[in-house]
């Protein structure tokens, strides 16, 4: 192996970081397509962006290259913040309909 790999990073291949990605990946699809409960799709959402960020560090430390760790970083402040959006607007939501099933938002047109 590459003797610019981390020894720790080399005990697992790369294979089973893809796999792992690609399972919580459609996890995220599923829950996003078969569920009605506000929180639980955006929840669902935000597993997706964790399993592209699990891909991304886990390519860039099988190429030791730093910027795919740096790029994971700004996903997760911009997560960070579409977290903070997304909350206050799922409470709004809650407020004025009274349960946070997607199905029911038809309600809060004009």
Do not use: C, H, W
């Not at 599923?30 to 399993?51: D, H, K, P, Q, Y």
């Not at 309909?97 to 038809?106: A, G, K, P, R």
């Amino acid at each position: 192996m590459d003797q610019n790999i981390p020894q720790v990073i080399q005990t697992v291949p790369l294979q089973y970081y893809v796999f792992f990605a690609t399972a919580l990946f459609s996890i995220g699809v599923l829950g996003v397509l078969t569920r009605r409960n506000a929180i639980i799709i955006f929840m669902s959402v935000e597993l997706m962006l964790n399993a592209v960020n699990v891909l991304l560090v886990a390519f860039s430390a099988f190429r030791s290259d730093p910027n795919g760790q740096v790029f994971v970083f700004f996903i997760m402040a911009v997560a960070a913040a579409e977290v903070a959006v997304g909350l206050a607007i799922i409470v709004m939501i809650y407020r004025n309909i009274q349960s946070t099933d997607v199905n029911l938002l038809s309600r809060l047109k004009f």
